[in-house]
């Protein structure tokens, strides 16, 4: 199997398409991980004979007339690569090595699911125009609508991982320093219809109003249908992440050799009840979400404090003052983190007492 495909509709333009050959062959680490899947009109007898001998390239030929959708499918279903690249003929690229920078993010995310947005040197970290996939999550959601004729492709595919990032799982991943330049000098995502604009020397370009209007309609209406692809995303990527937790158990599990050798005192958490208010817990909790390994340790400077804080509480006007001096202190100690390491060291214990004061003032009840 291959490691990428690249999904290319093209039509009457060899001299582009030779040209986009060349840059992957100068730019890319495994050329023999690469392949090329050119999806062509069956009146295109000219692009039907593009070839190159230092490229793995596989022909789709459709009927002329054929929505932008529908190619793309037609591309990933004659594809076979573990990650996919929608991509145009008027893209070369720039970034020696991106087949390496990009399979090292893709291993990063374990479960393959994510969405990379490289730099097309055009709309760059404004509209992913290029979008790179993997073939997992295609398989589970499909690669694209076939109903789109032109326009809102990307902006299909960007929505979904939105969604995800929405649920919980950030995985769009921009790389502004892989360049893949555009080759196209509009400047606008959606210019306003009838507009011209300068492309070339002897070129302009005029964005067809209809076809704009008709993919907007569909995008918009297909909003439950990304919902429901985000949440088929999320299912793997939770699936993924419980079945390493689960490896990760039954490692720890492995080392368990008779009933005694894992039982720690600290599993056993303490907690005083006084006149059967609950805030103790609340105390305690809030305690734990700070991740102290030693949990409320009954040390002298801590009950020294906890006598402070009753004589504090005991107090009303005191007690305002001092819930505000301890905010102010905690807000700007907690800036430390921005210190090199060995003065967050040096500190460590100081904030430490600091923060346990200020949530002590909060939630302990005096007697």
């Not at 023999?32 to 004979?49: H, M, R």
């Not at 958490?269 to 949990?295: D, S």
Request: proline content about 4%; overall charge positive; glycine content about 4%.
């Amino acid at each position: 199997m291959f490691q990428f495909s690249f999904l290319l509709p093209t039509r009457g333009r060899p001299n582009l398409v030779k040209r986009f050959f060349q840059s992957i062959i100068d730019t890319t680490h495994s050329i023999e991980d690469i392949e090329i899947i050119l999806c062509l009109d069956d009146d295109d007898l000219e692009s039907q004979n593009i070839s190159n001998e230092a490229l793995s390239i596989r022909k789709v030929v459709l009927p002329r007339g054929s929505t932008m959708g529908s190619l793309n499918r037609s591309c990933f279903e004659a594809s076979s690569g573990r990650y996919v690249v929608l991509i145009n003929d008027d893209v070369m690229i720039q970034t020696r090595h991106w087949d390496r920078i990009i399979s090292e993010l893709f291993s990063a995310c374990q479960d393959d699911i994510a969405l990379i947005h490289i730099n097309d040197l055009l709309f760059r970290k404004n509209l992913c125009t290029f979008p790179i996939l993997s073939r997992k999550a295609c398989l589970e959601i499909g690669i694209c609508p076939a109903e789109y004729r032109k326009y809102r492709i990307d902006d299909h595919i960007y929505d979904i991982y939105q969604i995800l990032a929405y649920l919980g799982h950030k995985r769009i991943f921009y790389l502004p320093d892989v360049a893949f330049e555009h080759d196209n000098e509009v400047r606008r995502h959606h210019p306003p219809a009838g507009q011209t604009f300068k492309i070339g020397e002897n070129e302009t370009f005029l964005p067809h109003e209809e076809i704009i209007e008709s993919d907007g309609r569909i995008f918009r209406g297909k909003l439950e249908e990304r919902k429901r692809n985000a949440m088929k995303l999320a299912c793997l990527i939770d699936q993924t992440a419980l079945e390493r937790k689960q490896s990760a158990y039954r490692l720890l599990l492995n080392t368990i050799k008779d009933p005694y050798t894992y039982r720690r005192r600290h599993f056993v958490k303490k907690i005083r009840w006084r006149k059967g208010n609950l805030q103790n817990i609340q105390a305690a909790a809030a305690k734990e979400a700070f991740n102290w390994p030693g949990g409320v340790q009954e040390s002298i400077i801590q009950r020294s404090l906890i006598k402070l804080a009753r004589l504090i509480q005991s107090n009303p006007w005191t007690l305002q003052r001092a819930d505000r001096m301890m905010g102010i202190l905690v807000r700007t100690f907690r800036r430390y983190y921005n210190l090199p390491r060995y003065v967050r060291w040096a500190t460590d214990g100081f904030v430490y007492r600091l923060v346990w004061l200020y949530r002590v003032i909060q939630y302990s009840q005096k007697d």
